[in-house]
């Protein structure tokens, strides 16, 4: 019964539910505001810890990311849905991953944040949103024309095991090398001393939560791309109904908590530029579905054995990097200088994707 019960449609609600009751008390146990959980924003973080970028007010080893992948993979094996395969267009993948992150970077958050800021009352959350819907709404019309980056094939039980093991690399990192109040650097990892990439939450706290979603999300398939592609192709809500679910939950912990704050200005690492941050989620939207997953699922796949989806987190990192050494994610002040350039090129190479690799 255990085995099934997320593959149902009270499942998916459940996992959403969890994760709307979770991330606003990460946000009120130290993480940033509207950000108890972003996957684009903590992959940014951890990039920056590894000294990929030196942005000082975002650096910092998320764990909430390491434990998303081991959560997945405990759940992976513990059901025998471990599968390590790959070879399906990676370096498209890896560029794909880049430009997600770019567009993600532009808006401020992952669809996962999306939600969550507009439970916590941004509504800039809004434009971001609908840039999501419409950057998915593209990628159904290349489905329909035959879009298809390969068949990725079985592998090597070892290399299903190497973005686990970078992960699990890195929690021992953060274990080794801990944040020290008021230092920038500690051995190999850098820390933000203020800004953002300093809040957080305690880290075997965000451990456990992380590997607590993995796990469940990994049974259920749950995925914030797949919940819009599935009701614009299909007409089905399965996934959709989590998505909803989350979004409701975490607006009424927001308000249990005191953290409920309705309006445009003011809103915690946002910015209220409507037309970037609806391009930047068109943008980021498209690359998530010419990718086959949000940057969760990406995750979660990865932890069981998915080496496509793992190129595609790497990419994620990389484009994180790149946003913040170039010019191009923004802040509360507004888009980055090169970020609207960034953003027409992330949708002309999505576009040129999305043309150039379809299947009579």
């Known amino acids: 019964m255990f085995k099934n019960f997320f593959s149902t449609r009270w499942g998916i609600i459940a996992v959403g539910a969890v994760i709307g009751i979770l991330a606003p008390i990460l946000q009120k146990?130290?993480?940033?505001?509207?950000?108890?959980?972003?996957?684009?924003?903590?992959?940014?973080?951890?990039?920056?810890?590894?000294?990929?970028?030196?942005?000082?007010?975002?650096?910092?080893m998320r764990p909430?990311?390491?434990?998303?992948?081991?959560?997945?993979l405990i759940a992976a094996y513990l059901f025998k849905e471990f599968r390590p395969r790959g070879g399906s267009a990676p370096i498209v993948r890896f560029v794909l991953g880049i430009f997600a992150m770019i567009g993600a970077l532009v808006f401020l958050g992952c669809p996962w944040r999306a939600m969550l800021r507009l439970a916590g009352g941004d509504l800039n959350a809004v434009f971001g949103i609908l840039g999501l819907i419409g950057g998915i709404w593209i990628g159904t019309l290349f489905f329909k024309s035959g879009y298809n980056l390969g068949r990725s094939q079985a592998t090597y039980t070892s290399a299903g095991w190497i973005l686990p093991i970078i992960m699990i690399g890195f929690s021992a990192l953060l274990f080794i090398f801990p944040m020290i109040k008021d230092q920038a650097q500690n051995g190999?990892?850098?820390?933000?001393?203020?800004?953002?990439?300093a809040m957080h939450a305690p880290v075997l706290i965000?451990?456990?939560?992380?590997?607590?979603?993995?796990?469940?999300?990994?049974?259920?398939?749950f995925?914030?791309?797949?919940?819009?592609?599935?009701?614009?192709?299909?007409?089905q809500m399965h996934l959709l109904s989590g998505v909803i679910v989350?979004?409701?939950?975490?607006?009424?912990t927001n308000l249990i908590l005191g953290q409920f704050k309705p309006g445009f200005e003011g809103q915690p690492v946002a910015h209220t530029q409507m037309i970037w941050n609806f391009a930047g989620m068109l943008v980021a939207g498209l690359a998530f579905a010419l990718a086959g997953g949000c940057p969760g699922r990406q995750l979660f796949m990865a932890g069981e054995g998915d080496g496509d989806a793992a190129i595609f987190?790497?990419?994620?990192?990389?484009?994180?990097a790149f946003a913040h050494n170039f010019?191009?994610?923004?802040?509360?002040?507004?888009?980055?200088?090169?970020?609207?350039?960034?953003?027409?090129?992330?949708?002309?190479?999505?576009l040129f994707i999305g043309f150039t690799m379809r299947k009579k």
């Open 64 to 72: 909430e990311i390491m434990g998303f992948v081991i959560g997945s």
């Open 29 to 60: 146990l130290g993480n940033p505001g509207n950000m108890g959980i972003c996957v684009a924003c903590f992959e940014r973080d951890i990039a920056g810890a590894v000294g990929l970028h030196r942005a000082a007010v975002v650096q910092y």
């Open 246 to 252: 989350l979004t409701a939950a975490a607006l009424v």
């Open 327 to 350: 010019g191009l994610a923004s802040s509360p002040n507004g888009v980055g200088p090169h970020g609207i350039a960034a953003v027409i090129i992330g949708l002309l190479v999505c």
């Open 313 to 320: 987190v790497m990419g994620m990192i990389v484009g994180a």
């Open 206 to 221: 965000a451990l456990v939560v992380g590997i607590g979603i993995g796990f469940i999300a990994q049974r259920s398939r």
């Open 223 to 235: 995925c914030t791309m797949g919940a819009f592609r599935d009701l614009i192709l299909f007409r």
């Open 188 to 197: 190999v990892l850098f820390y933000s001393v203020k800004g953002p990439g």
